[in-house]
């Protein structure tokens, strides 16, 4: 790269909006796009290189020679006026990406934006009608199993439905306002995979998918969420927009295989696949369990909940213990390492720090709860 060149670049990058990828924001980027004139982070540039070079063609800023028209168009364009053209009709419920976002969403969210132009051509945006059908592949509820279900989202009626083959009744209908969606590629052994959750019957309710199509798999992430929101937008119309996105999907804060026993010290400890959602810690014999064997409600801490290292009286000591307190019960759970252990305690007292949102206390009355009080307390 000559050195006029270089030097340009580098006045360039340190632009307000150059100085972070133009796709997910992560700050420094060290790669560009030089016929789309934008400044990227090493992820999204692979994901770039991966569109082909017909859409975007790729360079580093400091190891690749730069001739000048590419300089030229970087200095024409640069990030803010990309965004002002690639992402003009983002909806309000599309989730935006940054360096946290599950590598399936970055990869549709910049295919999107410049493969499909889907946010400057926004009829092309399938997942924002507020219906769709089609066919995901399905985990049986009982087995491994995972076989083609038909799908059906309305908004208007506040459903998705799934059937059997071809039978004329649903298998189950589910509110849409009930759901959360997530990406969840570490558990379900097929690429492109989402978890759906919702509350039957007090429990929740876990429903695995995936399908050979990453573009798919991401629409009925995108139309469960543009549902929800319009759906939040009646049910609560005081509510400014931006703090109702918060609640159209959340992804899992954490979860892991930690030992746990019951609240007696003669209790053996048994493995158990840890789920940290929301104010929820749930815990299932396998990963892939249709509904968790427990579920715990994180509440806050002026009202009796703590998490701490160590293990209660009695209790056999095995690993890295920590107990999480609530005003039912201490739970003694053990991790394998110290690290596993901090990163556990670290995620679990964030929640018992933040507050309360009236939502939250309606998913405390909705769990099962072995003891009635519980339910008391939460509605005092």
Same mark, same amino acid.
């Given at each position: 790269m000559a050195d006029k060149n270089g030097k340009i670049l580098l006045e360039l990058l340190n632009a307000k909006g150059n100085d972070e990828c133009a796709d997910c924001g992560l700050k420094g980027p060290e790669?560009?796009?030089?016929?789309?004139? $934008?400044?990227?982070?090493?992820?999204?540039?692979?994901?770039?290189?991966? +569109?082909?070079?017909?859409?975007?063609?790729?360079?580093?800023?400091?190891?690749?020679?730069?001739?000048?028209?590419?300089?030229?168009? +970087?200095?024409?364009?640069?990030?803010?006026n990309a965004k002002l053209k690639y992402e003009r009709w983002v909806p309000p419920s599309y989730r935006r990406v940054d360096k946290d976002t599950p590598q399936i969403l970055v990869e549709q969210w910049i295919f999107a934006k410049y493969a499909r132009e889907e946010?400057?051509?926004?009829?092309?945006?399938?997942?924002?009608?507020?219906?769709?059908?089609?066919?995901? +592949?399905?985990?049986g509820r009982e087995n491994n199993q995972f076989l083609p279900r038909k799908f059906v989202l309305s908004e208007i009626e506040n459903t998705v439905k799934y059937y059997v083959k071809d039978k004329k009744d649903p298998k189950a209908i589910i509110k $849409?306002?009930? $759901?959360?969606?997530?990406?969840?590629?570490?558990? $379900?052994?097929?690429?492109?995979?989402?978890?759906i959750d919702y509350?039957?019957?007090?429990?929740?309710?876990?429903?695995?998918?995936?399908?050979?199509?990453?573009?798919?798999?991401?629409?009925?992430?995108h139309a469960i969420?543009?549902?929800?929101?319009?759906?939040?937008?009646?049910?609560?119309?005081?509510?400014?927009?931006?703090?109702?996105?918060?609640?159209?999907?959340?992804?899992?804060?954490?979860?892991?295989?930690?030992?746990?026993?019951?609240?007696?010290p003669k209790d053996v400890y048994k493995k158990r696949w840890c789920t940290l959602e929301g104010r929820k810690l749930m815990y299932h014999v396998d990963p892939l369990d249709a509904y968790?064997?427990?579920?715990?409600?994180?509440?806050?801490t002026t009202?009796?909940?703590?998490?701490?290292?160590?293990?209660?009286?009695?209790?056999?000591?095995?690993?890295?213990?920590f107990i999480l307190h609530t005003p039912e019960r201490a739970y003694q759970f053990s991790a394998e390492t110290e690290?596993?252990?901090?990163?556990?305690?670290?995620?679990?007292?964030?929640?018992?720090?933040?507050?309360?949102?009236?939502?939250?206390?309606?998913?405390a009355v909705s769990l099962n709860k072995k003891r009635n009080d519980s339910i008391a307390f939460f509605n005092r």
């Open positions: 790669w560009a796009s030089y016929n789309l004139g $934008i400044f990227l982070c090493t992820r999204c540039a692979a994901c770039h290189r991966s +569109m082909g070079a017909h859409i975007s063609k790729i360079k580093h800023l400091k190891l690749d020679q730069w001739e000048d028209a590419q300089v030229t168009r +970087m200095k024409e364009v640069g990030n803010n946010f400057i051509h926004p009829e092309r945006q399938s997942y924002t009608s507020g219906f769709m059908e089609g066919y995901l +592949m399905k985990k $849409i306002s009930d $759901i959360n969606v997530a990406f969840s590629p570490k558990k $379900i052994p097929f690429p492109n995979a989402l978890q509350l039957k019957d007090g429990s929740t309710r876990h429903i695995y998918v995936y399908h050979d199509d990453p573009q798919t798999v991401v629409n009925w992430y969420r543009c549902c929800k929101l319009h759906l939040l937008q009646v049910g609560y119309p005081s509510e400014a927009e931006s703090e109702l996105l918060a609640h159209l999907s959340q992804d899992y804060v954490k979860e892991g295989y930690l030992s746990k026993t019951g609240p007696s968790p064997k427990g579920e715990i409600f994180l509440g806050h009202s009796g909940y703590l998490v701490v290292p160590g293990f209660g009286p009695g209790f056999r000591e095995m690993g890295f213990g690290q596993e252990r901090s990163e556990w305690i670290e995620s679990v007292e964030n929640i018992l720090k933040t507050q309360l949102m009236p939502q939250d206390n309606n998913l």
